[in-house]
């Protein structure tokens, strides 16, 4: 049968998952290397080397989370299903507060590089305002909105998490059945637009991504 052309197609980015596995195990092994050259031979940074080790943590735990669960996206719906190692042992539920966990990460690993990046910059250019970088009322401002970034997430996929069957019914009479064959899918998640939600982590990502330019 031909595809019906008034009917959007799935563009469904697959990649090779054996080198998914090669390339981030790599990538673990070479930041745990790096991790430990930083605790011993970094005396010469100073504090800059908490925003270092801060920032290789989130990415460290990232990358892990990429080979255990690696989402993929079904655009142009808002479906995705887990691609990773942990693919056929993940309910609807269990993928739900994973997607959650992985956005989380993703986000730490922004903030992690915008604070290196920063801390750097001004100890270069205006050391006079390092105070406002290594104190602990900007430690905790930053750890408030980390927080505040990990309850959007939970809300705007927390609320739109359905039963399972009511999601599958949802996404096959949204999509007049193109999503069918990606039922199963363990880990098929499909997940009501949020345009509240959405626009929230639209613009926190603008502001992270506009800081590292």
Known sequence: MEPN??????????????????????????????????????????????????QTIWAQLFELAVLLLYP??????????????????????????????????????????????????????IPTYRRLTENKYAVMFMALIHIFLYVVLAIAYGSTAENE???????????????DPFFAEQSFVYVEINRKANTIIFYSNAIITFALI
């Not at 299903?81 to 922004?110: D, F």
């Not at 069957?165 to 999503?179: E, F, N, P, T, V």
Request: charged share 15%.
């Open 72 to 125: 993929g996206a079904l655009a142009p719906f808002p479906a995705y299903y887990m691609k990773g190692l942990l693919r056929n042992y993940l309910s609807y539920k269990s993928t739900v507060v994973c997607y959650v966990i992985w956005c989380g990460l993703y986000v730490n690993v922004q903030l992690g590089t915008v604070l290196s990046l920063m801390n750097r910059y001004i100890s270069v250019f």
């Open 5 to 54: 052309p008034s009917l959007p197609v799935i563009e469904d980015f697959e990649v090779n998952h054996k080198i998914a596995i090669i390339f981030t195990t790599t990538s673990i092994i070479l930041g745990i290397i790096g991790f430990y050259v930083i605790l011993t031979q970094s005396k010469s940074l100073g504090n800059f080397k908490y925003y270092l080790i801060n």
């Open 165 to 179: 069957i009511l999601m599958r019914q949802k996404a096959h009479d949204d999509s007049r059945g193109i999503l």
